[in-house]
């Protein structure tokens, strides 16, 4: 009797331990890193880096993006680009709600590419400029007319770069200032439950996701932790499971790789395509004569900096194009034009031809972290190697962007561009004549102004035979090569640290911008 | 005139001296702000990636930020006498609402850390005068000179180390468990904060501790050779009874006055303390605005800390002539 009972009790623990693990595997809380904290979730206004960590799980585009970079649907089932390339056609989804009940429509896509993408939203104008009205025939058909062709527009659809937002909480209302910008509504697989300031964001799955047995997981956490060691601390203790944009540094990450519970990967940044460069003052000298910036490019060791500051993550910049755009064919390996290893005599012909020796300059650091100082005190050096003197100046963000971008106070400025899925996305506001623009932020603040580059340009953005277009980036990569406004130094490659049992996270091309909605833990 | 009497009219009379005071911080505050190159809009449009000049003209112009200097302070002084701190437009929200949500962790953290510094300052501090030139004298001094001299964030990273990911003990960081989401005012609750709090308190204290510790340890050996203790030796009183009753409640009052002024400074927050272990405090949300150039909130918690440290000076001297009788308020 006393045995039964036990027996029957243990079978009973048994059980339940089992319906625990089988519930583990579905479900539980994410923790990811979000820093800085964000200054709102207005994903359809801002692209700042820790709102695209929080709002793709939010809100959703028209497509998303597969490992390889493909499109996949998302809430556009399918999509038809017309012979001409001047319309395309997208099915929407049926059936998929906002999660506040309302129903998801074509006139919400309307709203948002005419109304808000267009307008407001930082890259929005480029990506979509091209278009020049949206029908809607029915409830689940959005026809895009374009006045050119514009085949990078689809690679600029996914949830981080272009967010659906709702219109009927966004009509009306002044856009920059909505309510929704802090509580956003969205279709995506998580809503948004609380924002506790100074501590952490709260998403809860949603339960009327359109993606049937979507999402895996309960919650999504993002939680802000100022101190980078602390962040490696948590990570380290299982605190946090998930931490990306060098939210570890790579210090950091180089140690916790080699423990079995945290993997490290480079992968799910290949949308994003971050380049780190120089840009000059062209317009004044010593850097107005192309072969003192060449001088420049060529005294630096660009696999030094990489192996000694980024512990190895990163390749030697081969031209203007990011090697990421051989998928798409624009990287031309042939206009290769980048010195791989440094030659100092070589950069001091130069300098000698140009009449610019023994010169003084300051070089501007962006203030993103500790790495950039170290790599501008590497670079003082190696500049002083061909008798440039350097002075090294690191401010804060505001007085930085400021000194660069609206005051044009400065000679040569180490910087990183997001060069994103396609050159007219993420190349062309660095060069074009037409990006010479006072004020605004991470364009062309070289203003090197080139006509035949900018002739090539326009051609680039509206030629939709692929052939063609791999063709004049090519022109494109040779110029840029002979001129240098900006000096490339190198790909790089950014962390994602995350514990070992969270699983497809990755699914997805924007791989931290994602949606999340397949990820799980096996434990 | 009654002592009641004296004592409000000395109350009065500190806050009338008090206005100008912090009208003068608000003022200085406000241009020494202003001196800092770019703005809030510059920080936003950063992040953002780009943004176009009109749109930042427009926000600009919604900030409040084209107007003059002395018509944006006018404008800011007006509101501050209407008790209106003003909008973060970071936040997209009230100024107040902001502060007053960060009040409670800093407030969590400041009293926890004043009393453990205060009475372990205390005893440590009493150890060490009642054992003068021991071994014991030695090691307390020395101890609170290696804690005084060891930077702050650096003793926060050792115990997370130690005792966070080495012992398992206590967190790393932030307030509570984010996975939990327990009720505010749940047992559990109660228990997790409390869990967190206890490295960020420690680590904080060490530094105030090694402070009153030294004083208390003073105060001690000075008062030891007053008068009073002569005649009090002279009486036929113990040691012990001089030691505990006489000389050790003289000496305190140094120290109460010394935490009455900290009490004060660390309403603001300590920046170190609260990024080491993310903890939600004012001394962070003052230091990212500072970097965001969200100048409404930065003055606004710049202001309140000035009313507090002014409202706590006021309360300290009171408590000062309570303790003592012979210091007169007036």
Redesign the interface.
Known sequence: MKITKWISGALTAVTMVAAATAARAEGG?L?MLVQ??P??LASY?????PIGLMAPKIYEGLLDYDKDLQAVPSLAKSYKVSADGKTVTFNLQKGVKWHDGEPFTSADVQFTVMEVLSK?H??G?NSFREVESIDTPDEHTAIFNLKNPAPYMLRALSGYESPMAPKHLLEGEDY??APL??KPVGTGPFKFVEW?????I?LDKNEDYWKEGLPKLD?I?G?????A??RT??M??G?VHYGAYGAIPNIDAVRLREMDSIGVTTDGYGMINPMALIEFDTTEPPFDDPKVRKAVSMALDRQFLIDNIWFGYGQPATSALSSNFGATGLHDAEAANYPSGPNVDEAKKLLKEAGAEDISITLDLIPYGEDWRRAGEYMKQALGDIGIKADLRY?????????IY?DYDFDMNVNYF?QLPDPVLGVH?HYGTDQI???????NSSRYSNPDLDALLVKGAQEPDAEKRAAIYSDVQKILGDDKPVANLFEMNFLTVYDSSLKDHDTSALGAYGSFSEAYFDK | MSRTARRLRYVLKRLLQALPIVLAIVVVNFFLLHM????AV????????????E??AE?RA?FGLDQPLPVQLLVYLKNVFSFDLGYSF????PVLD?VL??FV?TLLLMVSTILLAVGFGIVLGLLAATGLNTWRDTLISIFALVTYATPL?WVG?MF??IF??NL?WF??????N??A?NDTWSWANIKDVAHHLVLPTVTLSLFYLALYTRLMRASMLEQAGMDYVTTARAKGLTENRIMFVHVLRNALLPVVTMAGVQVGALIGGSVIV?????W??LG??AF?AL???DLNLLLGIFLLSALLVVAVNLVVDIIYSSLDPRIEVG
């Open positions: 809380t923790v800085p904290e200054p709102s206004l801002s692209t700042s880096g407001i930082p890259r104008p920059r200032s910008g802090n506790k300031k100074g501590q952490y709260r919650r956490v939680r802000f932790i100022p101190d060691s602390t601390a948590a380290e203790n605190e401010e804060d963000v505001p007085t930085w962007l400021k000194r609206a997001y506001r623009r006072q004020g605004t932020h991470f364009v | 800092a190159e770019g703005d510059d920080v936003l449009a950063g992040e953002a990636g780009s943004a176009t000049p749109y930042m926000l919604k970071r936040h997209e929200m902001l949500d960060r962790p964030f990273l997370i180390v966070a990911l398992g967190p790393t960081s932030g307030m509570k984010v996975a989401f609260e990024s080491v272990f993310a939600p405090g962070m949300l990212e970097f965001a150039r």
